[in-house]
């Protein structure tokens, strides 16, 4: 069984910062992709960044110089520093994650349970 633990949500001002960090735990023998989605009320979930097993990274327009994707192969996490908040970056945001459970079979495309981040002043 795999799992998606996200965690750093909370309250932040305009112009703040904050951090979220995703973990997978389970039965993995490779990663590849992870990324991190939101989903304001009343929109689509939208991609935010990803980032490759070899580094590769793409960010939404919305986001770029202001959020960093970045991630932690040993330890299985992938991070989302966010600066500059502002109102409209208030959403759930969910991470996902291409696992391959064991060597046998394909990857799979797991997501987390969504970590809340509001803006507000």
């Known amino acids: 069984q795999v799992q998606l633990v996200e965690s750093g949500g909370g309250l932040v001002q305009p112009g703040g910062s904050l951090r979220l960090s995703c973990a997978a735990s389970g039965t993995i023998v490779d990663i590849g992709t992870m990324g991190w989605h939101r989903q304001a009320p009343g929109k689509e979930r939208e991609l935010v960044a990803r980032?490759?097993?070899?580094?590769?990274?793409t960010y939404s327009d919305s986001v770029k110089g202001r959020f960093t994707i970045s991630r932690d192969n040993a330890k299985r996490t992938v991070y989302l520093d966010m600066n500059s908040l502002k109102f409209e970056d208030t959403a759930v945001y969910y991470c996902n994650a291409d696992v391959r459970a064991d060597w046998n079979s394909r990857q799979y495309n797991y997501w987390g349970q969504g970590t809340q981040v509001t803006v507000s002043s």
């Open positions: 980032i490759t097993k070899s580094g590769t990274i």
